[in-house]
């Protein structure tokens, strides 16, 4: 098998190639992912991270880390989980679906420390451009996530038309009407103070609900020198890919994408002393693909790939194709 290559499929040879607006999309729909990925800090070179535990499925990511200071005293910093940046100029006709769209925590963000569940800050802007539109927007009462659809039509529905025109004016809206699109884009973090205790480790975990893209997928897109590129998509995998599609009308299966920012445990010192990744295709008969080098199968749906003193240098996006487009989570 090739460096960096896991085939993807049902038996030996499995290739590891690793957020619908109002209503539902339909099913020739396609949506972009929205990149998020772990935990993040300003950089302190006294705090390592000892261990990482990062679990990918379709509908699931949780990850567990062991850090530990180096320090002879207790260090407390502050601890950010970056949300995906929402766009409503690029984003508010597309197909994408948040998981939660009804409130500001769109994918069920939830942390505990050793073992307790605390409730971080969870800070929320928006901009149009380079410029902040948070104030302009809390004053009309509109929802700073763009694509928090519901809430953003019963606003703009208690609007006069003089408030439509004038953000309509300020380039927030794209018409003065009540349908009309969002333009801003909104940015949130989740953040606390953590103090690092001397002396012992301390054990951070926390899931989300990955906003996934997904799109209909046929053997000669598949093929595409760009496409096996992107997930590592070996021959077994092609072969997995054609199969699924030909049993399938029209010859066309379906597949999400799941990403995950790994690069964001740079802002911890130093390398990571022990980084477990395992990837969960969900159903023995979908297909998985990511770009991992010497990767275990260690169930009929488990992938795991281990690295020792790592450093992070290579984003995943896992490819699951199936012809269950509930299973999925598309309606």
């Given at each position: 098998m090739?460096?960096g ?5 049902q ?8 957020a619908?607006?109002?209503?539902p ?5 396609s949506?972009?992912a ?8 300003i950089?302190d070179?006294?705090?390592?991270l000892?261990s990482?535990?990062l679990?990918i ?16 005293a207790?260090r407390?910093?502050r ?11 690029q984003?508010a006709?597309s197909a994408l679906?948040?998981p939660?769209e009804?409130?500001a ?6 942390v ?10 969870l800070?929320e ?8 539109v948070?104030e ?8 700073l996530?763009?694509m928090r659809?519901?809430d953003?039509?019963?606003?703009l529905?208690?609007l006069?038309?003089?408030d439509?025109k004038a953000l309509?004016?300020?380039?927030l ?9 969002p333009?801003?884009r ?6 606390w103070?953590?103090t ?5 480790d301390?054990k951070?975990?926390?899931a989300?609900?990955p ?12 093929a595409?020198?760009?496409?096996r ?8 995998g ?7 599609a ?24 130093g390398r990571?002393?022990?980084?477990t990744?395992t990837?969960?295709?969900g ?9 991992r080098?010497?990767?275990r ?5 488990t992938?795991v790939?281990e690295a020792r ?9 896992v ?5 269950d487009?509930?299973f999925?989570?598309?309606?």
């Open positions: 090739r460096p290559i896991v085939g993807i499929g038996g030996a040879a499995v290739l590891l190639a690793l619908a607006l109002a209503g999309a339909r099913a020739n729909d949506a972009a929205l990149d998020a990925g772990g935990l993040v800090l950089r070179p006294e705090i390592e000892a990482e535990d679990r499925g379709v509908d699931r990511i949780a990850v567990d880390y062991v850090f530990r200071n180096r320090s002879a207790p407390t910093v601890v950010a989980f970056p949300l995906p940046d929402i766009d409503g100029a984003l006709t679906s948040l939660f009804d409130r925590n769109f994918v069920g963000f939830t505990t420390v050793d073992g307790a569940a605390i409730a971080p800050d800070e802007r928006a901009y149009l451009g380079p410029r902040e948070t302009q927007l809390r004053r009309h009462n509109l929802p996530n763009p659809r519901g953003l039509e019963a606003a529905k208690r006069g038309p003089s439509l309509e004016g300020a380039g809206l794209s018409e003065a009407a009540a349908d009309a699109m333009q801003w909104s940015a949130a973090k989740f953040h103070e953590q690092f205790p001397a002396g012992r301390l951070i975990a926390h989300y609900v906003v996934k893209g997904n799109h209909l997928l046929d053997a000669k897109e598949a595409s020198r760009d496409y590129a992107r997930y590592c998509l070996d021959d077994a092609l072969v997995g890919v054609r199969r699924l030909a049993g399938r009308e029209g010859g066309l299966t379906r597949a999400v994408e799941v990403p995950y920012i790994v690069t964001t445990a740079k802002n911890w010192a990571i002393g022990r980084f990744l990837v969960d295709k159903r023995p008969d979908a297909l998985v693909s990511f770009c080098a010497g990767v199968k260690t169930g009929p749906t992938f790939w003193d790592y450093l992070p240098d290579q984003d995943l996006r490819l699951i194709v199936s012809n487009d509930a999925l989570g598309i309606r």
